[in-house]
């Protein structure tokens, strides 16, 4: 069985839950909690060096790391990965957007606000982020302005990848307030079969 | 024919150069100036609303933006891109990573170096980019030793993606003595048919 090493409330984890969730895949979920150092320790640096979550074990003992990577893997021959050469480019392109563009200052924003809960001790680093976040969340809505969804107008893994932060930017200190296609697109989102939050 | 807006003294632009000298697909390349925010102009923001090179031009007037994404459109179907579903999942994660823990720290310690030459005005910056980047540099290590090429132990765009920062590093102000298997990877790649510079 599919075996997945991550904390739900990481947007990361979170899209691997989504995506086994809309698949319906059976699978093991190890609750593993970066606060405690469990990202960190010997036994879990040897299954993956880069000590992160989440981490996907495939097989017994064999394991695949980096969130949008596992996306990709297990939406192999599915509705939610194109066959198109091209639509899968795209689909890439926002995930590598999601990652590069985002994360580092939506997520990162939220981490410090929301799970850490220390918006005080971390205020230069929130306020930093707060432009290129905004920057971010434009480059969506003019996007997704007139589109249902990212690529080939159908729901696909780059929604998913870029759903896990944009839905609880707010929790980073985001207002989406001037973003009403982003707010049509998550609520697109939410209504997908076999749809899953982050409360599990 | 395929048009490419970049700076190949950039190194998620010279990635696209050096895949596009591998394949020996012809091209036009359009020079394209971050440090006169030739990327962010009206004309320039139509074509890529994220602002940033490098930008694929594949048909008259349809743009594939995200350096690895470009990469992943122009190697399928090529030797360069494997057709295995696990091995293209792990070529991705190679490649997410290099733009999630890579690329933030050891290109852009470089681009305050090398690229500005700002090294004082920016000192805390590279400084906050030390330990992660040497981070990135030791999963690199432990994944090289004992193999000649990050995925399917064959010249993939996965190792075309991490070289062109890795290949630079001491620009950044990296050292690679502590990194044996690296620089021998870098060795391989640079000795792969079709090899081009950052020269150009």
Known sequence: MLRVYGDIQSGNCYKVKLLLSHLALP????FTDTRKGET??????????????????????????????????????????????????????????????HEPYIATSRYYLHFLGQGEKYKEEIERRRKPGYAALGVMESRLSGRQYLVAERYTIADVALYAYTHVAHEGGFDLAAYPAVRDWLARVKAQPGHVTMAG
Chains 1, 2 share one sequence.
């Open 27 to 30: 699978h093991e979920w190890v």
């Open 40 to 101: 960190r320790t010997p036994e879990f640096l040897a299954k993956n060096p880069n000590g992160r979550i989440p981490l996907l074990e495939y097989e017994a003992g064999q394991y695949l790391p980096e969130s949008n990577a596992i996306l990709y893997y297990l939406a192999e021959g599915t509705a939610y990965l194109p066959q198109d050469r091209l639509a899968r480019a795209q689909v890439l392109q926002w995930m590598f957007f999601e990652q590069y563009s």
